[in-house]
């Protein structure tokens, strides 16, 4: 009996011993890495992981902070004081050290969204131009790698590049030229931290839980429930379908004729799809991150569906103020450009519904917004000229976030007043209220209780515009812009196109 014991000791403890960890370097996310650019002038996170109770000390120039790791490995601390400029090399230590290279602190901002926030550079207007003069070391983007999960990430692929000829044509347009004009104008470096998925919708961009919380979104989980659940049988209807498509298309290429369409792979046998898996996978790991703020081009994807967008929206941005302890930082959103047909009569319209939606939610506090109503592109969902949209996402923040004394949003309605005949629209930034082309505006329609819209005269009157038309002469509603791809003309003195809007539903455009 005490021999057995005196056997097995020795075994048990070597099996103690092989299951304890190896020592665990101090490590940290991708997102702090060389050429990284850090908040000034307030507390910035540093964290990663390390062995369990391990100290670590973070030092940058002559700031430094020191704490140990939690149970996990895990550990966070903060820097306070840093002062703007290209400031050098940072130190991490604990039982290893490591060096992040060639950092700077300036100001921080992530920009997000769907595919005319990821269009590049090199696809933008003038892009070789651009490319050629984009040498920068002020600044630098990190582009975080596309990926979906079902549940939240600790990391994510990426790193930081400073704008230079040799990348700049991949940097996402609408981000490099908002931030080149704020390191233009607040002269301090700028970090960008590109976030962004081509046709995607905004639900994959919220937390899961608080889709799963509200009951106006049930129809997104339950949508994404019945997808995993008809997975199996739509797969093995795909596998069936490409074993004949491989066959024909053998047939076709023998025969000199063109192959028909590839089978498309159904949705549901991994996470993308799930609502939040961009969220996960894309924002999550980002969170501790410190920022100034965001920016936001989005929509096309729910223009389907305008009136839970006009929820799904605010709830996003309040969302991610929440999980990244920042109540209020602002967050910029462009509005939908012009696309599509021209329309010669007053119609109804989906994308008009959407821009309306994103104009309600300047009803949250801390939120701007770039009209790009009048840069659109007839036969392309991705416009190029997003240096026009990068600038007027960038006047929002030197205006309000920086206090630059600029005008830094088109005409917005405030007020609609019927007067007999006509119908009086009060605008705010309307400050030189005037047209591009000094003819009387475009686009107003109304209409009176039959509800059928025509095309009126429209006179500017100071910060007003005055609307009318003999074929309606007892008008009720208003409406400017209205289309999928309005002719417009009405700008304010500093060449900001009016919003779309119309009075006549619960998404009104006076707020």
């Known amino acids: ?83 703007p400029g290209l400031v050098g090399d940072m130190t991490v230590t604990g039982k290893n050290t490591l060096t992040v290279k060639n950092v700077a602190v300036g100001e921080v901002w992530v920009c997000s969204g769907q595919s005319n926030m990821e269009m590049a550079v090199g696809s933008s207007n003038n892009a070789a131009e651009e490319i050629k003069n984009s040498a920068n070391p002020q600044i630098r ?42 390191n233009e104008k607040v002269k301090v470096p700028i970090g960008l931290i590109h976030t962004s998925w081509g046709g995607t919708p905004i639900e994959f961009w919220m937390p899961t839980e608080i889709l799963q919380a509200d009951p106006d979104f049930q129809g997104i989980i339950s949508h994404w429930a019945d997808v995993k659940a008809k997975y199996p049988k739509a797969k093995a209807d795909y596998d069936e379908a490409l074993a004949k498509w491989k066959a024909i298309a053998e047939e076709a290429k023998a025969a000199g004729k063109p192959t028909p369409p590839t089978p498309s792979f159904p949705p549901g046998g991994d996470d993308f799809g799930a609502p939040g898996c961009l969220y996960n996978a894309m924002i999550a790991p980002i969170l501790p991150y410190t920022i100034r703020g965001a920016t936001w081009y989005q929509g096309e994807s729910n223009a389907g569906n305008a009136r839970l967008y006009a929820k799904l929206f605010p709830t996003m941005i309040v969302s991610w103020r929440e999980k990244w302890n920042l109540p209020e930082f602002p967050f ?80 917005l309605p405030s007020d609609i007043q019927v007067e007999d005949n006509r119908i009086r629209v009060t605008f705010r930034h309307s400050e030189g209220l005037k047209t591009t082309d000094g003819k009387p505006p475009k686009s107003f329609a109304i209409a009176g209780e039959d509800k059928k819209y025509v095309w009126a005269d429209a006179e500017i009157q100071g910060d007003h515009v005055v609307v009318q038309s003999p ?14 791809n309005p002719e417009v003309n009405l700008v304010n003195g500093a060449g900001l196109p009016a919003s779309p809007f119309r009075s006549d539903d619960a998404l009104s455009a006076a707020h």
């Open 1 to 83: 009996m005490n021999s057995s014991r005196l056997v097995l000791l020795p075994l048990l403890s070597g099996a103690l011993l092989a299951a304890l960890p190896a020592r665990a370097d101090v490590r940290l996310p991708s997102i702090i890495s060389d050429n990284m650019v850090l908040m000034q002038e307030v507390p910035v996170n540093v964290w990663g992981w390390a062995e369990p109770q391990e100290e670590v000390t973070v030092k940058l120039g002559d700031k430094s902070a020191t704490g140990t790791t939690d149970f996990d490995g895990k550990w966070h601390l903060k820097l306070a004081g840093l002062e």
């Open 332 to 411: 910029f959103f462009v509005q939908l450009a012009s696309f599509m047909a021209r329309a010669e009569q007053p119609s109804e319209s989906q994308w008009a519904e959407l821009r309306e939606a994103q104009l309600q939610t300047l009803n949250l506090s801390h939120t701007g917004m770039a009209v790009a109503i009048d840069i659109g592109d007839e036969k392309d969902i991705h416009p190029k000229n997003k240096q026009e949209v990068g600038r007027r996402l960038a006047l929002n923040a030197l205006a309000t976030v920086y206090y630059e004394e600029t005008e830094y949003s088109g005409p």
């Open 471 to 484: 074929q309606v002469p007892k008008p009720l509603t208003v409406r400017y812009a209205w289309a999928n």
């Open 141 to 182: 983007m990190f582009t975080v790698a596309r990926g979906a999960k079902a549940d939240p990430q600790e990391e994510c692929a990426g790193k930081w590049e400073v704008a230079d000829p040799a990348v700049t044509g991949h940097f996402s347009a609408v981000a490099y030229f908002f931030g080149r004009l704020l």
